[in-house]
């Protein structure tokens, strides 16, 4: 009995030490999981924006005289280069470019060792100077000195904004350079960038410092690819009429700029879409484009050709898909711009339809009724195969009448009443296309708008100038969606009549070359935009009300 005892005490002795064992160990491992959590780099928290801060130059910024090989810039935090080779420039340009590269937190620039006398030079950083973690750009920093005993001290300073909206939008257009090209060397379009240049501000705000008495072009340029170089067609560029003569401080320029008007005419796509329809984009609208069909021979009087609405591309319908390939000329006031091919695939096969389209969701109103419109031009739409339903009963005394303007439109009208529910249904082959395309049924229910949100408003123009057409437009408070438009000429009266409730902008372009659109500017030859002049401030049609104003636009 003694022995069981003392065997079993031994056990216990044992099995405490192990016990202890364990708990010293899992505490050890526990201190050290915290020791290593605290040296980590804690997460969350507002994201640093903040670039970083100069705390010395060596030599000093804006030095005269100067004859260093090396500039040494020193920052509070840790750097890197961020596409220096398209951000970093010096002016006036070197043959030799100087040598950037980053040591912990200082920038080191190694500069060639001919430098012209009595010469001021700016290194201008643009936003490729960033710190290491976020990569937040120090903006328009420049680094000055001169070689001489004076430093070049004239300035140029003014604004920017988009030509189109008479604005300036931060949020769109925080990335707008201003380039600044002495005339001798005008490269805005050539392969040598502008090495002059400058951010603007949230304001759309510039200005150049220490500049040297010389003739200047200066341009407002935003782009896609960084190189300070006009040479992409979605690119919107800005520019004065004419140079500058900088011989003493120049302020209050005003740059617009705007999407311009490509050097040369482009096709930039041309397919057989899936509908059959032959798709040709361009890369700028047209002013009275034609297309004339080369090949298949005997096949021009059997096609419809139609182009969208900004003549910036053409949908090609033929009656018979008996082709394998398409020749054609692409031509603008008669003179042509390009020939091009299209080929169809050997086993492609087209879902050719006709679908209709209403101008109504889920409401109706009495003043626009139903318009029915289709993909496929329109030959004819047969009333009998046209079911109105007004709580599930036929109703036959509605009015179905093509437009007056667009053979492509119909109207549908009818005596509307509230609260009925309506069901519109359009049978198989009710519409015909003019190459005998018909629809599948379909069918549309709505009920009448009962609010009878309808004004009217006219509006005196004064000011205008009897022999130029002006394009009128209404758009919503974003001036994007363009919700009316109309162009006069020789008038200054604009009604509007039970027109829909809301707040509007109104819009007068001065369409100088009466081609029926704004058109940017045209830096190839030397063309501003189209003038644009906006209402200062949105109107409101409201229901039931006669309205008249007065305005007196002032293009700028």
């Excluded at 069981?4 to 505490?27: C, G, P």
């Excluded at 994201?47 to 005269?64: A, G, M, Q, V, Y």
């Excluded at 329109?378 to 007004?390: G, M, R, S, V």
């Excluded at 000429?489 to 509007?496: A, F, G, I, L, V």
Aim: aromatic share 10%.
């Amino acid at each position: 009995m003694e022995k069981n005892v003392n065997t079993l005490l031994k056990w216990i002795k044992k099995r405490s030490i192990h016990n202890n064992f364990l708990v010293a160990l899992s505490l050890l491992i526990s201190l050290s999981t915290i020791r290593c959590a605290n040296m980590q780099t804690p997460t969350g928290g507002p994201k640093d924006s903040i670039p970083p801060k100069i705390l010395n130059e060596s030599p000093s910024n804006f030095t005269r005289n100067f004859v260093e090989k090396e500039i040494i810039l020193s920052f509070d935090e840790y750097i890197k280069l961020n596409n220096q080779h398209s951000e970093f420039s010096i002016s006036p340009d070197l043959d030799k470019q100087p040598e950037y590269r980053i040591k912990k937190r200082d920038l080191i620039i190694s500069l060639p060792d001919l430098l012209e006398v009595n010469t001021t030079y700016t290194i201008n950083f643009g936003k490729g100077l960033v710190d290491f973690n976020e990569g937040n750009p120090i903006i328009n920093y420049n680094y000055v000195f001169s070689t001489g005993p004076q430093l070049d001290s004239l300035s140029i300073s003014g604004s920017v904004k988009n030509a189109y909206t008479k604005t300036f939008d931060p949020k769109q257009d925080l990335d707008v350079r201003v380039l600044l090209i002495p005339t001798r060397q005008d490269s805005i379009f050539g392969k040598r960038k502008a090495n002059i240049f400058t951010s603007v501000d949230s304001s759309g705000n510039f200005k150049f410092k220490n500049l040297r008495e010389d003739t200047y072009r200066i341009y407002a340029l935003k782009e896609e690819n960084n190189d300070r170089i006009y040479n992409q067609p979605s690119e919107l560029i800005g520019f004065l009429q004419d140079s500058l003569v900088l011989n003493e401080d120049i302020t209050n320029i005003q740059i617009e700029y705007s999407k311009g008007k490509p050097k040369d005419f482009r096709i930039l796509e041309r397919k057989v879409q899936k509908d059959s329809r032959a798709l040709v984009t361009f890369n700028q609208p047209l002013d009275t484009p034609s297309i004339d069909l080369l090949y298949p021979e005997n096949i021009g009087d059997k096609v419809f050709i139609e182009y969208s609405a900004k003549k910036d591309s053409a949908t090609l319908l033929f009656e018979k898909m008996e082709y394998d390939s398409l020749k054609f000329v692409i031509s603008d006031r008669n003179t042509i711009l390009d020939t091009a091919i299209i080929r169809r695939g050997k086993n492609e096969k087209y879902d050719r339809e006709l679908i209709p389209t209403l101008n109504i969701s889920n409401k109706v109103d009495r003043v626009n009724h139903v318009t029915i419109t289709s993909n496929f031009p329109i030959a004819n739409i047969d009333k009998e195969k046209i079911i109105l339903l007004e709580d599930s009963t036929s109703r036959r005394n509605f009015q179905l009448q093509k437009d007056t303007l667009s053979n492509n439109v119909y109207h549908l009208r009818y005596n509307w009443r509230a609260k009925r529910n309506y069901e519109l249904i359009i049978e198989e082959n009710a519409i015909v296309s003019i190459f005998d395309d018909k629809n599948k049924e379909s069918k549309s229910t709505f009920t009448l708008d009962e609010t009878d949100n309808f004004g009217d408003i006219l509006f005196t123009i004064n000011g205008l100038d009897s022999n130029v057409n002006y394009i009128i437009e209404l758009t919503d408070d974003t001036k994007e969606k363009i919700i009316n438009r109309r162009i006069i000429r020789n008038t200054n009266q604009m009604n509007y009549t039970k027109f829909p409730g809301g707040k509007y902008v109104l819009r007068i372009i001065k369409d100088i070359n009466g081609n029926g659109r704004w058109d940017g500017a045209d830096v190839y030859g030397k063309i501003q935009a189209e003038p644009i002049w906006y209402l200062d401030k949105p109107f409101t049609i409201r229901a039931n009300w006669e309205q008249t104003e007065t305005v007196t636009p002032k293009f700028e």
